[in-house]
């Protein structure tokens, strides 16, 4: 291949990058707080916001303890209900709660380390499942100037770490619910 041929062959831009423009002598910028999402409709699914100055083990306990909340939504059993009837309810709420018991743990700018440390604590835990996503927030910022100049609203954009904790011990929980002795266990009377 001659060095002609590489040259023409089209690159690909997969985005422009739009650098803002400077602020005048004399203004200075003032962050807003990030716009965090509306809560959802479902109680079941947890949003976590974690910053660069929340404490690593705080932020796991607090993801383990809203798991841990949303996996102890079964109802009671009926009080005359027979074992059957109580097994057969336990999995079918076992089945529709590992989909529902899903926490949701977002870090944006420096926090993102903190945010991929946490994921990768439960990770090695072993007893859940982590998804991890990434994408960009945007931010809006006031310059603020001193004179008797117009203050003015930029738009910035911030990365964003985001990774779902979904439980995967319900799973060992129905394992455990179909176990069936063996026959030298079973006693007639």
Avoid at 20 to 45: D, H, N, Y
Avoid at 56 to 73: G, H
Wanted: net charge positive; charged share 30%; glycine share 6%.
């Amino acid at each position: 291949m001659s060095p002609n041929e590489a040259s023409t062959a089209p690159r690909k831009v997969y985005g422009t990058l739009n650098k803002l423009p400077s602020i005048s002598e004399g203004s200075r910028v003032e962050k807003r707080p990030l716009t965090r999402r509306q809560p959802p409709a479902s109680s079941k699914s947890r949003i976590i916001y974690v910053s660069s100055k929340t404490p690593f083990m705080a932020a796991v306990k607090r993801a383990r303890k809203q798991l841990d909340a949303s996996l102890k939504t079964t109802d009671a059993a009926s009080k005359y209900a027979s074992l059957h009837s109580r097994v057969e309810n336990l999995k079918k709420t076992a089945g529709g709660a590992v989909e529902s018991a899903v926490v949701t743990v977002m870090g944006t700018g420096k926090a993102i380390e903190k945010t991929l440390a946490v994921a990768g604590w439960f990770e090695q835990e072993g007893d859940c499942e982590v998804e991890i996503k990434t994408g960009t927030v945007g931010t809006v910022d006031d310059v603020v100037a001193e004179g008797g100049e117009e203050d003015e609203t930029r738009l910035r954009k911030l990365g964003c770490l985001e990774y779902k904790r979904v439980a995967s011990d319900l799973q060992e929980q129905e394992k455990n619910t179909n176990y069936t002795a063996p026959e030298s266990e079973v006693t007639e009377m």
